[in-house]
């Protein structure tokens, strides 16, 4: 989406309020979920623009619907997430370095942020997904759901492979 800044640039505004949708399943520029995950087919974008004593900042946050499956214990997940997507706004021409992440770019009076927010948007979307943060998982001997309480399983304390790990090296030590 090109958003035109002209009339905040020229002073006559000094807020501008944008909305509109992404489509993740555009033809020429799909956005790829990570394995494991579908996204809904648009992300909602909201924000505002604001000219602050000269410079100009944008404040957007990027909903997303996604589906996926708990990593724990497998179960289907409908989560959305929102990234928060804060920027300075630089004219083209004045930046020694145009690729510095803290700025977007305006030219002609115009202004894309859609490369800048779907990068943003892969890179903070979580690499894990849980059903709920304290999801108890799947036994890993029978398989039970333990979120639906215990298994018949002889009870052994097990260690979190995670913790082994430093169990172990506690024992070197
Ligand atoms: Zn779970
Ligand atoms: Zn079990």
Redesign the pocket.
């Known amino acids: 989406m090109v958003l035109d800044l002209t009339s905040l640039i020229s002073g006559k505004v000094s807020t501008l309020d944008f909305e509109y949708e992404l489509d993740t399943q555009s033809e020429d520029n799909p956005i790829i979920a990570p394995d494991d995950v579908s996204f809904a087919q648009s992300v909602k974008v909201r924000g505002t623009l604001t000219d602050t004593a000269g410079y100009i900042t944008l404040e957007a946050t990027a909903e997303l619907d996604y589906t996926s499956r708990?990593a724990?214990?497998?179960?289907d997940i409908f989560g959305k997430f929102v990234l928060q997507f804060n920027r300075t706004v630089a004219i083209s021409g004045t930046l020694q370095d145009e690729d510095n992440d803290s700025f977007v770019i305006v030219k002609n009076g115009k202004l894309d942020i859609d490369r800048e927010l779907v990068e943003d948007l892969l890179l903070e979307f979580p690499s894990r997904l849980?059903?709920?943060e304290e999801?108890a998982?799947l036994c890993p001997k029978c398989g039970k759901n333990l979120?639906f309480g215990p298994c018949d399983c002889p009870k052994k304390k097990e260690i979190d492979p995670r913790l082994a790990i430093f169990a172990k090296l506690l024992e070197n030590d």
Do not use: A
């Open positions: 708990c724990r214990c497998l179960e849980l059903c709920k999801c998982g979120n």
